[in-house]
C-alpha cells in the first residue's frame, strides 16, 4: 500500500522541482530582494523595508505607466477577444466556412512572425515621410491627419498597442475557431427553426457556449498586457518622454540602465499583484474556469 502511494510521487517529483527551481524559487527570491537596495557590480546590500515600493508610488512615471498598460489591456480585450470571436463566428458560419481555411491562415500568419521583424516593418509603416500609412492618408485626400505616429506623444502608445493587436488576434480567433466548433449543431438547427437571426443565434448560443475559452482568453490577453515588452522596446522604447512607457520597460530601464535591481524588483512585484488581481476577479465574475 505504501508503495502505491510513492510511486505517484515519484512520478511528479520531476516535474514539481522543475517547477519550484525555475517559479517559485524566483517568485519568492524577487519578492525578498523588493525590500532590498544594492548595486549590481558589489556584494553590499542594504534593507530599506518598504521604501522601494514608498518611491514607486510616488514617481509620477508609474502612474503614466500604469495607466498605458491598464489601456493596452482594455484595448487588447475588446479586439483580441471581442473582435476575435466576431471573426471566429463568421468564419464558422456555413455562408464562409468554404473559405475559412485560407482566412485562418491569413488571419494567423502574423503571430508566428518575430516582433523583431513585425517592429521593422511598422517602423516604415510609421515613418512620418515615406511610410505608407501618411502616403495613404494624403492619397485619399486626409493630409491633415498624417503625424509622426512614433515620435509624438499622444499617440505612440496606440500606435504601438495597434501593432500587438494586428499581431496577436489571429491566435485569439484560431482559439475561438476551434471553440465554435464544439457547439452541438442541434443548438444552431433549433436557433433556426425558432426563427432567431445571425446576431441572436450569435448572442444566445455561440457566446454562451464558448465562455470558458473567454475565459482563458481574457487571463492570457490581460496578463499578455502587463507583460508586453517586445513591440514597445522594438518601436519607441518608452518614448517620447516616457508617453509609451510601460511596466516590463520601465522595469528594465530601472534594472539594466539606471541599475536599480532592488527597485526593479518592487516593479516586478506590483505587476505579479495586479495581474493576480484580474485573475481573482475574472475567476470571480465570469464564475467558470472549471474546464
Known amino acids: 500500500m505504501r508503495e502505491k502511494r510513492i510511486v505517484p510521487i515519484l512520478y511528479m517529483a520531476p516535474a514539481l ?7 517559485y524559487y524566483p517568485l519568492i527570491r524577487n519578492v525578498v530582494n523588493g525590500f532590498y537596495e544594492w548595486n549590481p557590480f558589489t556584494l553590499d546590500r542594504r534593507f530599506v523595508a518598504l521604501d522601494n515600493y514608498v518611491r514607486l508610488f510616488k514617481d509620477p512615471v508609474f502612474y503614466k505607466v500604469l495607466k498605458n498598460n491598464l489601456l493596452y489591456a482594455v484595448i487588447s480585450v475588446i479586439f483580441q477577444v471581442g473582435l476575435g470571436l466576431v471573426i471566429a463566428a463568421i468564419l464558422e458560419d456555413k455562408i464562409f466556412r468554404r473559405f475559412s481555411t485560407f482566412f485562418r491562415t491569413t488571419f494567423f500568419l502574423p503571430v508566428l512572425i518575430s516582433m523583431t521583424v513585425i517592429g521593422i516593418l511598422f517602423s516604415f509603416i510609421y ?7 501618411n502616403s495613404f492618408l494624403r492619397l485619399i485626400g486626409l493630409g491633415e491627419w498624417t503625424e509622426g505616429w512614433l515620435g509624438n506623444a499622444n499617440t505612440a502608445i496606440y500606435a504601438v498597442i495597434f501593432v500587438s493587436q494586428w499581431q496577436s488576434i489571429g491566435y485569439a480567433v484560431m482559439l475561438y475557431v476551434l471553440a ?27 457566446v454562451p457556449q464558448v465562455k470558458e475559452m473567454t475565459f482563458v482568453l481574457l487571463i492570457y490577453t490581460v496578463t499578455g498586457s502587463f507583460l508586453v515588452f517586445s513591440e514597445v522596446y522594438v518601436l519607441t522604447s518608452g518614448g517620447p518622454g516616457n508617453s509609451s512607457q510601460v511596466f516590463s520597460t520601465y522595469l528594465y530601464q530601472k534594472a539594466f540602465i539606471d541599475n536599480e535591481p532592488g527597485f526593479a524588483s518592487a516593479i516586478a512585484n506590483v505587476i505579479l499583484g495586479i495581474t493576480l488581481i484580474f485573475y481573482f476577479l475574472q475567476n470571480k465574475f465570469l464564475k467558470t474556469g472549471e474546464e
Open 17 to 23: 522541482g522543475l517547477l519550484a527551481l525555475f517559479v
Open 127 to 133: 515613418n512620418p515621410e515615406v511610410g505608407l500609412l
Open 180 to 206: 465554435v466548433q464544439k457547439v452541438p449543431g442541434e443548438l444552431y438547427e433549433a436557433a433556426t427553426i425558432d426563427g432567431a437571426g445571425k446576431i441572436r443565434t450569435f448572442f444566445s448560443i455561440t
